[in-house]
């Protein structure tokens, strides 16, 4: 069965302190592998799409990276503001995407 | 140019209440989608729809009904609504491949007594 795994669940940094977000995933056929982000009270938004094992992507102080099990999203140097949940989703051409339970990332000051 | 547009944005339902979540979309996009968020379980597809006047079960499609009857709208349908439906809804919309990006709306708060 098709499934995404996201931890940690929670994460708490402070502010400047780089880490890494895990998406490890068991999937047939996968042709896409999305990240979001998710700020409180709010409609996710798209980050990144990851489509084969070895890809990369960045956008400020984010970075994506997919293998043939997992993707990591790499936060370099984070600031409160990348305060939110990062959601991880598979497509692979059936329905729509799926989704794993995400992670709080909580950034202080 | 609005994206992804959700009304109402909260509603407070009685048990075996009816009530219609409006979805709309101004990108001219072929897909729309009906998703449920809940603690600690992520978003759950309800029902899809890959262009006007087609509708699809998702994973959780019980108790919900749908429409596509104009492009750019997307109904989703409770006709007996239950204490279990409590959730927040978001509806999203692509183009017209399965593999470009979905993009959400705001969310509508759904709380059934």
């Known amino acids: 069965e098709d499934q995404v795994t996201q931890s940690p669940e929670a994460l708490r940094l402070q502010e400047g302190e780089s880490s890494s977000l895990n998406c490890s995933y068991t999937v047939s056929g996968l042709r896409g592998l999305f990240w979001y982000r998710q700020d409180p009270g709010k409609g996710p938004e798209f980050l990144f799409t990851l489509y084969s094992a070895g890809e990369e992507k960045e956008k400020e102080r984010l970075k994506a990276t997919l293998t043939k099990k997992e993707s990591f999203l790499h936060i370099t140097a984070p600031k409160p503001e990348d305060s939110a949940t990062y959601l991880c989703?598979?497509?692979?051409?059936?329905?729509?995407?799926?989704f794993g339970s995400g992670t709080r990332l909580q950034v202080q000051p | 140019n609005a994206g992804v547009t959700q009304t109402p944005k909260f509603r407070v339902l009685k048990t075996g209440q009816s009530m219609t979540l409006l979805c709309a979309q101004d990108?001219?996009?072929?897909?729309m989608y009906w998703y449920r968020q809940d603690p600690g379980m992520g978003l759950r597809l309800i029902h899809y729809s890959v262009g006007e006047g087609t509708t699809a079960k998702g994973e959780v499609p019980d108790g919900y009904n749908v429409s596509r009857l104009k492009k750019q709208n997307f109904l989703l349908g409770l006709e007996s609504a239950a204490p279990s439906q409590t959730s927040v809804y978001f509806c999203?919309?692509?183009?017209?491949?399965?593999?470009?990006?979905?993009?959400f709306g705001p969310g509508t708060r759904l709380l059934v007594l």
């Open positions: 990108m001219n996009h072929e897909y």
């Open positions: 989703a598979y497509y692979t051409g059936r329905r729509a995407l799926t």
């Open positions: 999203a919309s692509s183009g017209d491949r399965g593999t470009e990006t979905q993009y």
